[in-house]
């Protein structure tokens, strides 16, 4: 969720370190969640999978690393980031250039978010709603 605090990338072609953009986010998924027969795995076809939001966007994830336990947009790395942050900007749980905190998830009224397999190939629900 801090990505952008973090170190920058090399742009190896000019040597050039390339800072990181605030909405660049990528989860790390629990092994015991990555684990399950039917989570995502890297290298294989559901590597890279659609998701449809609670709240009714649609884009591309995928999972790569060990055990597959990252978990980020497929093709621009802001798409989640745009998506996690702005729900906690305009819930006024987040201010834009602070550090993602457990506060802010408390602020915000969930530190959780759910992915979930639908019965349509390749596709998943993933939740991140405050429900009272």
Known sequence: MNA?????????ATGVIQPRHWYEVELMVPKSITDNDDYPQKD????????ITDDG?????KVSGDFSKNLR?????KILGRWIK???ENSG???????????TFER????????TKTTTPNLWYLDFGVYE
């Open 57 to 61: 966007w649609k884009f591309k994830c």
């Open 93 to 103: 749980a987040l201010e834009v250039g602070h550090l993602v905190v457990p506060e």
């Open 73 to 77: 947009s497929d093709g621009d790395l």
């Open 108 to 115: 915000y009224g969930r530190s959780n978010f759910s992915l």
């Open 4 to 12: 952008f605090f973090g170190e920058g990338r090399l742009a190896r």
């Open 44 to 51: 294989t076809p559901s590597a890279v999978f659609d998701v």
């Open 86 to 88: 702005g729900r906690l």
